[in-house]
């Protein structure tokens, strides 16, 4: 569940089990929450605590909702859908290629420590079912030219003890898939089963709830939960709650226990019932029970609220995974590069800048301020908005006559006003990297490459397009059409006012002319569709050379090394599917063709059958 995922990790750490009398020796997790407030001051340590409790309290509310579904969301019309099936094993080797090709590290300073993040910047959304690998840092590379090796988990909530820019770390990633799966049928005549000796129990199941708990080995190795009704057909379901350690409702008596618990903290840090924070922190281990219910071995529960009756469930286990590991560098997505911190203070309650040593260099004196990025700042008030951005070399904000909105870690869009008007970028110093001229600038997804936008008005409505790299040097004299398309296998295809299409390298040179084409389509899989001027199509290679002649009558672009062709034959069209030697995978026939999903996931249905995106002929 996509709300539990952001709930932050030390919220769930930290849920207690406020039942237990005897202290015991207190969690990995409990010991990694305490020490992050190492080298803080009381005043700092208090914010964290309320924002904790804040986090625990919406989670409360959350759950809450979570009863209310049946009355909400089950009008007693049934609704049902088609059976659970496992994945082939290439739709999660291209699902985390396709997630590990943008991964990389956002980092939260929190004086004196930092917290890292393994996070993806250009997640494809077709692969979000996919289990998040786990991230494990050797070694951190600070932007100073230091180093650290040591081994830390990069789930947000490990502490790593310093404040400094890091621009990259040397990791570990895991992550698993399954390949054959097991599958475990629940009713209320049979209402426990195992797995690999874990138990596996319908706690709740009543008219279109249902509620399974689960021992540790079957929780982490349960792929999906399908409720059925009497005849035995898939239910579709309205919303969907899983968690470790306890059930939903025992769970809601220990987060609000636990919320007491921080709340307090609070308010004997206001009554000066600490001397300092190691006070505190040892306040926290003493009255914090020492387990929690989300530690390993302790399993967990699954429940959710169905479209119809519910008369049973089909439990389907990972019975053999695959295990990866892998070596990456990841980079900091968001670097810091100034150096300087924006800080509410806790006393005064207004936003300064702090340096690396937790000093206000800047003193705090913004009652409201946001960050733009590392350089540049906005605030407000009844009569309007104020940007600024932070000169640090004299260590000042300075103000702007101008509008600054988010591009990278370090350039702002900057423009006259909020209406608009000509956008340019300006860099940390105050330099304007690219002129305030153009109608947008936009990034590249793969090159270091910029899009700087001029509409006209005969022209394509995307606007003719110079090219920038991030330095601000222009690399297109002259400005081509793009037509929307951005780099693919490293070229970008463009076309001049005469129609004539070039694909360009990520320094704006022209590497293929095109001349001969009547049409061009972008690279994919290395090979770009072309027609000629009889309207045949073929493709050509990334050395511009014809590996597939100008001979059929339609073509899609490549896709995991198979394209659908049509070709006429005595003045009907027959389709087949090719591979990039243009031999035939699947024969030509004169049928009728639909083709839905993209990658891994493409399915080709020709006539009566479906192919997968292989070509090979599904079940």
């Known amino acids: 569940m996509q709300y539990l995922k952001r709930i932050s990790c030390v919220t769930f750490a930290m849920v207690l089990l406020a039942a237990c009398k005897v202290k015991t020796e207190p969690s990995e997790e409990l010991k990694a929450f305490v020490k992050q407030f190492d080298g803080k ?3 700092a340590a208090k914010e964290e605590l309320q924002k904790e409790s804040e986090r625990i309290d919406h989670f409360i509310k959350f759950m809450s909702r979570m009863g209310e579904d049946k009355e909400n969301g089950y009008t007693g019309k049934e609704d049902t859908v088609a059976p659970y099936q496992l994945k082939p094993v290439e739709a999660f080797t291209s699902g985390y290629a396709a997630y590990l090709e943008g991964l990389g590290l956002t980092q939260e300073v929190r004086y004196p420590n930092s917290m890292l993040e393994a996070n993806n910047a250009m997640r494809d959304n077709d692969n979000y079912d996919l289990e998040a690998p786990d991230v494990i840092a050797e070694k951190i590379f600070f932007a100073d030219g230091t180093t650290k090796s040591e081994s830390y988990t990069l789930d947000g909530s490990t502490p790593i003890p310093s404040p400094k820019t890091i621009d990259s770390a040397l990791a570990t990633v895991s992550y698993s898939y399954p390949v054959k799966m097991t599958v475990l049928k629940l009713d209320k005549s049979h209402s426990t089963a195992t797995f690999k000796g874990a138990t596996i129990k319908i706690d709740e199941m009543k008219d279109n709830q249902l509620r399974l708990l689960m021992g540790d080995s079957a929780y982490k190795n349960y792929l999906y939960i399908e409720a059925f009704n009497q005849d035995g057909k898939p239910l579709d379901y309205i919303s969907r709650n899983n968690s470790s350690g306890h059930d939903p409702d025992d769970m809601t008596k220990l987060l609000k226990t636990y919320n007491n618990i921080l709340q307090q903290l609070v308010k004997k840090i206001d009554n000066g019932r600490f001397k300092d924070i190691h006070a505190l922190q040892e306040a926290m ?24 009756k519910v008369a049973g469930v089909r439990v389907y286990m990972a019975e053999t995974r695959v295990e990866v590991k892998k070596k990456m560098m990841l980079k900091n997505l968001s670097p810091n590069y100034a150096g300087l911190y924006l800080v509410k203070d806790a006393k005064s309650d207004q936003y300064g800048f702090m340096d690396a040593s937790g000093k206000f260099v800047i003193p705090p004196t913004h009652k409201e301020m946001t960050a733009i990025n590392p350089f540049f700042f906005s605030s407000s008030d009844y009569d309007g908005y104020y940007y600024y951005r932070l000169d640090t070399a004299t260590r000042q904000l300075v103000k702007l006559d101008l509008v600054a909105k988010e591009f990278s870690p370090q350039l702002a869009m900057v423009m006259k006003n909020e209406e608009g008007g000509g956008k340019g970028l300006m860099d940390g110093n105050g330099k304007l990297v690219i002129p305030m001229v153009y109608d947008d600038i936009m990034k590249d997804g793969k090159e270091p490459v910029l899009y700087a936008n001029k509409s006209e008005p005969d022209g394509p409505l995307q606007g003719i397009c110079s090219l920038y790299d991030y330095q601000g040097q222009l690399l297109t004299p002259t400005s081509y059409y793009t037509n929307g398309n951005t780099y ?38 290395g090979f770009a569709k072309v027609r000629n001027t009889h309207f045949d199509f073929g493709f050509i290679n990334t050395h511009g050379q014809a590996v597939i002649p100008c001979m059929y009558a339609t073509a899609r672009p490549f896709n995991e090394g198979v394209t659908l062709v049509t070709k006429k034959v005595n003045g009907d069209t027959e389709v087949g599917l090719i591979n990039t030697k243009n031999e035939v995978v699947v024969p030509f026939s004169a049928a009728s063709y639909d083709i839905d999903g993209k990658g891994a996931k493409m399915v080709y249905t020709i006539g009566e059958k479906k192919y997968n995106a292989k070509g090979g002929l599904m079940p």
Request: proline share 5%; hydrophobic share 30%; no cysteine.
């Open 41 to 43: 001051t009381l005043a």
């Open 285 to 308: 281990l003493d009255e914090m029970p020492g387990g929690t219910p989300f530690d390993a071995g302790r399993g967990g529960y699954t429940q959710g609220y169905y479209k119809g």
């Open 488 to 525: 693919s296998d490293g070229l970008l295809l463009v076309y001049d006012k005469t129609n004539h299409y070039y694909f360009l390298d990520n320094k704006g040179k022209k590497v293929i002319d095109l001349k001969g084409y009547q049409d061009v389509a972008p690279f994919a899989d």
